[in-house]
């Protein structure tokens, strides 16, 4: 009997997503919270996840010939996002390689990325944007660069560029569940079809993304929060926000939030806000019927737990 153990980060957008899809720019940060993989080789009792997609996607790329048991474990909230999914995809992947003795294939971040991304979107049919691979990857706060990707060909690998940078942002959950292809699918095919709204608006989310990372660089919170706003604006014209983020974003700037805008895709899930006092928000949003908060701090990418 053989073990081998993964786990990888969730991830939160900051500025310019979802622009990652139209080959803009976005800077996303890793969240602490995890989603962990154990994965039994000859196990005395074979047992699967219930839900099968990650798994069995996984499995058609990479198979193994031995019977296995499988023991998923999260602290990424469902459906939040905060990229949980990808995150399971990412730690599973990595025990089924180390297993099959080719965890070398995780040392080259950029091709993992893009192999992950391939599995989520064709393999368990998962309709995803790029930054979630490359962040659950590499980890840390970064500056990617996704020139001629788009929803429809994934074109040359993401620029990766990490920021040193304070991180005074706070995660909100709407306790919403929703599934990112709600959100994505739709946006892509209009952009597609060459909806001239959905197009300028991407661009201009790219020009936000570019913006926004010398903002947060140089520590200009309200240059950031008129760029966290207009980014989210943005996306609420297109169609890809809802009333319960709405709600929660006026609710965060209502309580001395500096700006708050969606950390992920729309229609629910999470919402990151720019705050240097955030005990005062939590505090405030609690009474107001809010209930999971994360802080945002750096966490490292996927990797094996030996």
């Known amino acids: 009997m053989q073990v081998f153990e993964a786990s990888a980060p969730g991830r939160a957008g900051i500025i310019g997503n979802p622009s990652d899809i139209y080959g803009g720019v976005v800077v996303s940060c890793s969240v602490p919270a995890r989603a962990h993989c154990r994965l039994t080789l000859n196990a005395e009792e074979a047992r699967l996840p219930e839900d099968r997609r990650l798994w069995d996607a996984t499995q058609k790329r990479f198979p193994l010939p031995w019977p296995v048991s499988v023991d998923w474990t999260t602290e990424i909230p469902r459906s939040s996002g905060i990229s949980g999914s990808t995150a399971l995809l990412a730690a599973t992947l990595a025990c089924v390689l180390d297993a099959r003795g080719e965890a070398g294939r995780l040392d080259d971040k950029a091709a993992f990325a893009e192999l992950l ?83 300028e608006g991407m661009e201009r989310i790219a020009a936000i993304g570019r913006a926004g990372a010398e903002a947060l660089a140089a520590a200009d919170w309200p240059g950031l929060a008129a760029l966290m706003k207009e980014n989210h604006e943005i996306i609420a014209s297109l169609g890809g926000s809802g009333g319960g983020i709405d709600r929660l974003i006026a609710a965060c700037e209502s309580s001395g939030a500096l700006a708050a805008k969606l950390a992920g895709a729309g229609l629910g899930g999470t919402v990151i806000a720019l705050t240097h006092e955030p005990q005062d928000l939590e505090k405030s949003l609690k009474a107001q019927g809010y209930y999971r908060f994360m802080p945002l701090a750096m966490a490292s990418g996927v990797r094996l737990e030996r």
């Open 117 to 199: 991304r391939s599995i989520e979107r064709f393999d368990a049919d998962v309709v995803c944007g790029y930054q979630d691979a490359y962040m659950i990857v590499y980890g840390g706060l970064n500056r990617m660069d996704f020139a001629g990707k788009r929803p429809d060909d994934p074109g040359p690998r993401a620029r990766v560029t990490p920021i040193e940078a304070e991180l005074p942002f706070m995660l909100v959950t709407t306790g919403v569940e929703r599934l990112s292809g709600a959100v994505h699918g739709p946006m892509g095919d209009r952009w597609l079809r060459g909806e001239r709204a959905v197009i």
